[in-house]
């Protein structure tokens, strides 16, 4: 029997869960897109869906607790829907032993799946519903889907996968161990993807990648700089793309930001530590004076980049004259915003096996000075943004008031500001009025 026709018929549903990254939330656009095609339709209640699938993500270790428990609720909610289907997939089941390990503690689990195995659901789902057998599929090797077609969140606003995995091992992370080592779409493959989106009336597009700015490797004459330029050529409104290591932010990715009015004014670049021996443990390979110097040069091409961070703290060994100096990189840089982590020990990464770990309570007094810290610092970016008149892309309502409507400037910020949702996708002027701690207030302007 051809497995479509079966789920056509039966008039099938599924929902997804994404945990984690840009990058996973853009997996679920690729799974959903491969569900619609044989058959699927997203299914308006969750708990209703005929296929419920959890794309994981195993980056914190919070996350991945939230995950176990989530998928360990779907027991009781297919004792009462028997022919409902749990499936799993996502970066924690490329960890080793972690999938075997779901399967057999989770015996309702029927469908288990690696990053790199996507394409291959129909077949997946065909051995489920049609042979009446659990699917486990998870595969070492290999490039996750590219060229498929996606069920993307509505205009205005899209993401486009440039590259993937990571070549980098910085000691703390499990990213290269579970998408692998980096893969480069092509230049054309990228642009016309952009052009599509046009089409379809996208307005903004999101370059994602593990390390965007090292775009190009084992592709001819192509790298990141040149990707940009073909991009902006497209006329596509506005560019943003994440995430950017320091090592690789070259003279000539800046050029292209600064040239091209379409290329967003914005950059997040990772600092992690401001420790110059902490970085060298986390394998970052630049020093605090090498960021320092960049973050220079990058003011002094593009006067108006908003620039955001992440910062960890509690890395094993990190001293408290380590630490000082991470407050005092901030100091000295005040990031427009920051993401900020704990450190917490992944498995199979080299971190994880230091003796030297950070007590809990050492490491929760950090991360409070950090966010406090930065915290004021957006509050202070913000501030002078008061008084400016910026584009605003509006994306949707807001998500407090249903009588404002909200969207980002060049930089990045979210604006608040009233007006109808008949906006939405239009790029409007827009004067900022007030500063809140992590957003703008503002109204249109002729
Ligand atoms: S650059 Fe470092 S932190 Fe970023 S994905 Fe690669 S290994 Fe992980």
């Known amino acids: 029997m051809d497995v479509k026709e079966y789920i056509i018929n039966l008039g099938f549903t599924f929902d ?45 270790e919070n996350a991945e607790n939230k995950i176990f428990g989530n998928v360990g609720k779907m027991k009781q909610i297919k004792q009462k829907n028997k022919n409902l289907i749990v499936g799993v997939c996502g970066c924690m089941m490329q960890q080793n032993g972690v999938a075997e390990h779901l399967y057999q503690m989770f015996p309702f689990v029927d469908l288990i799946f690696g990053t790199t195995n996507m394409q291959k659901l129909p077949e997946m789902l065909y051995e489920i519903l049609i042979e009446k057998k659990r699917s486990l599929h998870i595969c070492q090797e290999g490039v996750a889907a590219e060229e498929v077609v996606m069920l993307r969140t509505p205009p205005p606003i899209a993401s486009v996968n440039i590259m993937q995995g990571c070549d980098n091992f910085c000691t703390y992370c499990i990213v290269p161990y579970v998408r692998g080592r980096e893969h480069s779409r092509s230049i054309d493959a990228v642009v016309r ?18 390390n965007v700015n090292s775009y190009g490797k084992g592709l001819e004459n192509s790298d990141f ?62 020093t605090r004076e090498q960021y320092l110097k960049l973050v220079e040069q990058i ?114 910020k979210m604006v608040n500001l009233p007006g109808s949702i008949n906006l939405l996708g239009k790029m409007v002027t827009v004067e900022i009025t007030e500063a809140k701690k992590t957003t703008l207030i503002g109204r249109i302007v002729n």
């Open 16 to 60: 997804i869960e994404t945990y984690g990254c840009q990058m996973n939330a853009h997996d679920s656009e690729k799974i959903a897109g491969i569900l619609t095609s044989i058959g699927y339709r997203p299914s308006a209640e969750k708990y209703e869906a005929d296929l419920v699938i959890f794309n994981t993500c195993c980056v914190r």
């Open 193 to 210: 993807e952009v052009e599509q989106l046009m089409g379809e009336g996208y307005k903004e597009v999101m370059l994602l990648g593990q």
């Open 225 to 286: 700089p040149k990707l940009l330029d073909a991009v902006a050529k497209t006329g596509i409104e506005r560019i943003r793309f994440m995430t950017s290591h320091p090592k690789d932010a070259s003279m000539l990715m800046l050029e292209q930001i600064a040239k091209h009015k379409n290329i967003c004014k914005q950059l997040h670049l990772p600092v992690q530590a401001g420790s110059t021996r902490i970085l060298q443990e986390m394998n970052r390979k630049y």
């Open 299 to 412: 003011r002094s091409l593009i006067p108006e980049i908003f620039l955001s961070t992440d910062v960890l703290v509690g890395f094993p060994g990190e001293t408290e004259q380590d630490f000082e100096q991470t407050i005092s990189l901030m100091q000295t840089v005040k990031f427009d915003a920051a993401f900020t982590f704990v450190y917490s020990p992944r498995k199979g990464t080299k971190a994880a096996l230091m003796q030297n770990q950070i007590p809990e309570e050492v490491k929760q007094q950090r991360i409070i000075q950090v966010v406090e810290l930065q915290a004021e610092h957006t509050y202070q970016s913000n501030l002078k943004n008061v008084g400016k008149v910026e584009k605003v892309l509006i994306e949707g309502k807001s998500t407090k008031n249903s009588q404002t409507i909200c969207g980002r400037t060049d930089g990045g």
